[in-house]
């Protein structure tokens, strides 16, 4: 059973540009996690989204930032005209029962968003 | 508001001795709390959790304990080995998965 999976791994943007972070979740989980990790710091939830559902997006910023986890394919998270203080590792996790059935959430190794 | 400590920030300790990290929440409403082991370059990975239906919990050389009472929490490593050595974190889950600051446990050969 494959791990939680997001792509890139790496990713450099130019101010103004647009990044798109994607995440696979555990196969049969459909619950899914979007964190933002500065350096040196701990993880700052953002968004929780089930397919086709945007949860709860409490800690994503109104603007420039979006995400979505369609009902075939990857969640993406997207982040309009990225400034260099968007620069951080962004992990996704995943879990089979959702924050309602308190169950464990499952990390990938991130994507480190990198802003010239 | 929802606020996990964790303390220390960094910890270092001999191969062989005990390590202790301590968390304390700010809701009592939470009953789950994880813990995650963060390697240089890796995503976090879980490597214990509790519920609040129990007060303590083992796997070999690693244990947590929880004082609901008290609300706070904590990680029991024995028998460090420097495998051992990354951040750790730990979290409570309220209406989401809200974590500590981490710790930098070093464990020297």
């Known amino acids: 059973n494959a791990g939680v999976m997001q792509n890139p791994r790496h990713l450099v943007r130019r101010r103004g540009q647009e990044a798109r972070l994607r995440c696979s979740p555990m196969?049969?989980?459909?619950?899914v996690y979007w964190y933002r990790q500065l350096p040196e710091e701990g993880l700052k939830f953002m968004v929780y989204?089930?397919?086709?559902?945007?949860?709860?997006e409490s800690g994503m910023p109104k603007e420039r930032f979006s995400a979505e986890f369609p009902k075939e394919g990857p969640s993406i998270l997207r982040i309009q005209q990225v400034v260099r203080g968007d620069s951080a590792a962004y992990f996704c996790?995943?879990?089979?029962?959702?924050?309602?059935?308190?169950?464990?959430?499952?990390f990938g190794p991130g994507t480190r968003l990198t802003v010239l | 508001g929802e606020n996990v400590e964790q303390h220390p920030s960094t910890l270092s300790v001999q191969e062989g001795d005990s390590a202790v990290i301590k968390c304390t929440y700010s809701?009592?409403?939470?009953?789950?709390f994880p813990w995650y082991k963060q390697e240089l370059g890796k995503g976090p990975q879980l490597i214990i959790d509790?519920?609040?239906?129990?007060g303590e919990k083992k796997d070999q050389r690693i244990a947590v304990t929880l004082n609901k009472t008290a609300k706070h929490f904590s990680l029991h490593i024995t028998e460090t080995q420097p495998e051992d050595s990354a951040v750790y974190f730990c979290?409570?889950?309220?209406?989401?998965?809200?974590f500590g600051t981490g710790t930098r446990l070093l464990v020297s050969p």
């Open positions: 996790a995943s879990s089979p029962l959702g924050v309602a059935g308190k169950d464990t959430q499952y």
């Open positions: 989204l089930q397919k086709e559902n945007i949860i709860d």
């Open positions: 509790i519920r609040s239906n129990v």
């Open positions: 979290a409570a889950l309220f209406q989401k998965l809200v």
């Open positions: 196969k049969g989980h459909s619950h």
């Open positions: 809701d009592s409403a939470s009953n789950y």
